[in-house]
């Protein structure tokens, strides 16, 4: 494991400011690093810590949105009963 990169502070410098830190870590990130990369470079013992913190949500995959469609489909296909009419329902609107 390679040791973690010295900040400004280890050359003399004021330690750096907090939103150093959040470029550091997406930076980081986008470079392809893990999180347990990020985690151990940014000095959290938790993993958790650097994903809850600099690590964002992203737009989720749509594999689960596709999973659901596929069971949905099935579900048409089987029912006799069902024209495949129907409306979409807004299920966001609450």
Known sequence: MRAPVAGPE???????T??????????????????RDV?????????SMTQDVY???RILGE???D???DVY???REDDPDDDG????????AG
Do not use: N, T, Y
């Open 39 to 47: 985690a151990d470079q940014l000095g959290h013992a938790r993993v």
């Open 10 to 16: 280890a050359i003399g410098e004021p330690a750096a």
């Open 73 to 75: 489909r099935a579900a």
């Open 67 to 69: 999973a659901l469609d």
């Open 55 to 57: 690590f964002g949500r």
């Open 85 to 92: 009419g129907g409306a979409p329902v807004d299920v966001s």
């Open 63 to 65: 594999g689960a949105a």
């Open 18 to 35: 907090p939103p150093v830190r959040p470029v550091r870590a997406g930076l980081m990130e986008q470079a392809g690093l893990s999180a």
